[in-house]
């Protein structure tokens, strides 16, 4: 069975967004999808068949202060508009296509950090609640957001464990994958300052997550490393931009260029891809 594996990013995922729109379109849905951040949230408007759905949130909202603004802070204790992002704009502005959602009888899982025991866990996408919890979670950058609470645990960002959750999709007998990066070849990822300082301020409360943050550069480099050996063996198809875009980009033209991007370059390996189904 072929995986659709989802990199997160912050918006830099409105790539996957455009490679998503193109499967769409060529009536391509994975059986199994499996992403973490705003990866795997883009990829439940992917299951919901809503094309463009992404790209009208980017387009209507991203200046919105209630969707990314410091005032939110106040509110939620996050730069991003929590009651706002997953509440308003898919219960109202743009209404998530539900119906169409619980119809995909595929396997969607959404991977989330425990902030207890510093380990990965992969939530079953189709259990979603009505406030998006485990969406919350999964997109829950230390600093920028604060720990989601979820069934008695306290999760962060999924991308801290296992930014490109390509082993779990092996490991529950995937043979196939097209992996979505939201990087351009040749990326490595550095030792951040700013996740040792994260590590600091949540040493005390979440001690498990001090050794996450200090080595994360390390295992996505790592992670990214096997994608390109699964490749080379046949295995995978990675397809990723050309250049790299802001996490936090502020010009709308270049996200819709950059979903552009990601819709040419999956129609461009579209005979491969569709390969992946035989």
Same mark, same amino acid.
């Given at each position: 069975m072929p995986s659709l594996i989802l990199e997160g990013g912050t918006l830099r995922p409105i790539f996957s967004a455009g490679v998503m729109d193109a499967l769409l379109d060529q009536k391509l849905m994975f059986p199994y999808c499996i992403g973490v951040s705003a990866g795997?949230?883009?990829?439940?408007?992917?299951?919901?068949?809503?094309?463009?759905?992404?790209?009208d949130i980017m387009e209507q909202y991203r200046h919105d202060k209630r969707y990314i603004g410091y005032r939110n802070? %106040?509110?939620?204790?996050?730069?991003?508009? %929590?009651d706002f992002a997953f509440g308003e704009i898919p219960d109202k502005l743009i209404p998530f296509d539900m119906d169409a959602f619980r119809s995909y009888n595929g396997q969607l899982l959404v991977g989330?950090?425990?902030?207890?025991?510093? %380990?990965?866990?992969?939530?079953?996408?189709m259990d979603v609640d009505k406030k998006w919890t485990m969406l919350r979670a999964t997109c829950a950058i230390?600093?920028?957001?604060?720990?989601?609470? %979820?069934?008695?645990?306290?999760?962060?960002?999924?991308?801290?464990?296992?930014?490109i959750p390509i082993r779990k999709a092996i490991a529950d007998g995937n043979e196939k994958h097209l992996i979505i990066l939201t990087q351009p070849k040749g990326y490595v990822k550095q030792?951040?300052? &700013?996740?040792?300082?994260?590590?600091?301020?949540?040493?005390?409360?979440?001690? &498990?997550?001090?050794?996450?943050l200090l080595t994360r550069h390390e295992k996505y480099n790592e992670t990214v490393a096997f994608c390109e050996q699964l490749e080379k063996d046949g295995k995978a198809i990675i397809i990723r931009?050309?250049?790299?875009?802001?996490?936090?980009?502020?010009?709308?033209?270049?996200?819709?260029?950059?979903? &552009?991007?990601?819709?040419?370059?999956?129609?461009?390996?579209?005979?491969?891809?569709?390969?992946?189904?035989?």
């Open positions: 795997i949230s883009n990829g439940f408007s992917y299951i919901s068949k809503q094309k463009r759905r992404n790209l802070f %106040l509110r939620s204790r996050s730069l991003f508009g %929590l989330v950090t425990n902030a207890h025991t510093g %380990l990965p866990e992969y939530m079953n996408g230390p600093l920028f957001f604060p720990s989601i609470e %979820l069934n008695g645990s306290k999760y962060y960002d999924g991308g801290l464990t296992d930014p030792f951040s300052k &700013q996740n040792a300082f994260i590590s600091k301020l949540l040493k005390k409360k979440f001690p &498990q997550l001090e050794e996450v931009p050309e250049y790299s875009l802001n996490s936090f980009e502020k010009d709308i033209s270049k996200l819709r260029e950059t979903c &552009q991007h990601g819709y040419d370059s999956a129609i461009d390996r579209m005979p491969d891809i569709r390969k992946l189904f035989n």
